[in-house]
């Protein structure tokens, strides 16, 4: 345990720390609020489920720290988990619990772009992780087409977790959730009624709302290939990953 908390320590700022708590802090009140809903308003077991579901999320960097160090994911900095952490604050608290999804317009929209487009550096980071646990090289166009597909296999495990969430919702509740936010009766009269693409029928609009979703994920994906294509950061010339060589060289001296 403590070789552990000391590999925690030396792999993130404590400042990170700090922020990640604030994060979990707030996601633990919306867990707890969401089993005492306003007076009025029918207690929905989905809505703390859902919440609860995120914030294990918030661990993933916590827990690849338990790896042992041939594994890729002992590579991966702890700054891929805080913009992970904002993200699912936004889904979850500012989504969910603040109800944002169906009161802003844009909430979703954004929340759907930046996402594609973040997943595009989770990939990039994560392949930088395989080429220095292995030691290896790789031209920069390989790492970006394996750093647009991650954001593709991510935005298409999002959307089966919405769609399987709500399925396990539904038999447990009787009643299938929302994390797809695949309900019209709930969109009318919201902002949330008008999707990306206007469905031809009223019957189309969940499928307009998921295929706006996706649209949206793949233009993110785009403005980070770009962004990557122009400047590559942790990567120069044709094969040097630069930074991971420092951190080698630091290594090596403190031994």
């Known amino acids: 345990m403590k070789e552990y908390l000391k590999r925690l320590s030396d792999g993130c700022p404590k400042w990170q720390f700090v922020f990640w708590w604030i994060i979990r802090a707030s996601l633990i009140f919306a867990f707890i609020k969401g089993f005492f809903p306003p007076e009025g308003e029918a207690f929905d077991i989905t809505d703390p489920l859902q919440v609860g579901a995120n914030f294990l999320c918030t661990f993933v960097w916590e827990i690849f720290m338990m790896f042992p160090k041939k594994s890729i994911l002992r590579y991966v900095p702890s700054s891929v988990q805080s913009f992970l952490m904002i993200g699912i604050w936004a889904g979850s608290f500012g989504g969910k619990f603040l109800n944002l999804y169906y009161d802003s317009?844009?909430?979703?929209?954004?929340?759907?772009?930046?996402?594609?487009?973040?997943?595009?550096?989770?990939?990039?980071?994560?392949?930088c992780a395989i080429l220095k646990r292995s030691k290896a090289t790789a031209p920069m166009s390989l790492i970006l087409l394996a750093s647009v597909g991650f954001s593709f296999l991510a935005a298409t495990g999002w959307e089966l977790f919405e769609f399987t969430f709500d399925q396990v919702a539904g038999m447990m509740g009787g009643y299938p959730g929302d994390a797809q936010h695949w309900s019209l009766a709930l969109a009318e009269g919201t902002p949330k009624i008008k999707t990306l693409i206007p469905p031809i029928v009223p019957e189309r609009w969940?499928?307009?709302?998921?295929?706006?979703?996706?649209?949206?994920?793949?233009?993110?994906?785009?403005?980070?290939?770009?962004?990557?294509?122009?400047?590559?950061?942790?990567?120069?010339?044709?094969?040097?990953m630069e930074s991971f060589e420092k951190a080698e060289e630091k290594e090596t001296a403190t031994v």
């Open 105 to 127: 317009r844009w909430w979703d929209v954004i929340l759907h772009f930046v996402g594609g487009a973040a997943c595009v550096f989770f990939g990039y980071e994560l392949a």
């Open 206 to 240: 969940p499928l307009m709302d998921t295929m706006s979703d996706i649209v949206l994920n793949t233009l993110g994906a785009i403005a980070s290939y770009i962004f990557l294509k122009i400047c590559p950061y942790r990567h120069k010339g044709r094969f040097k």
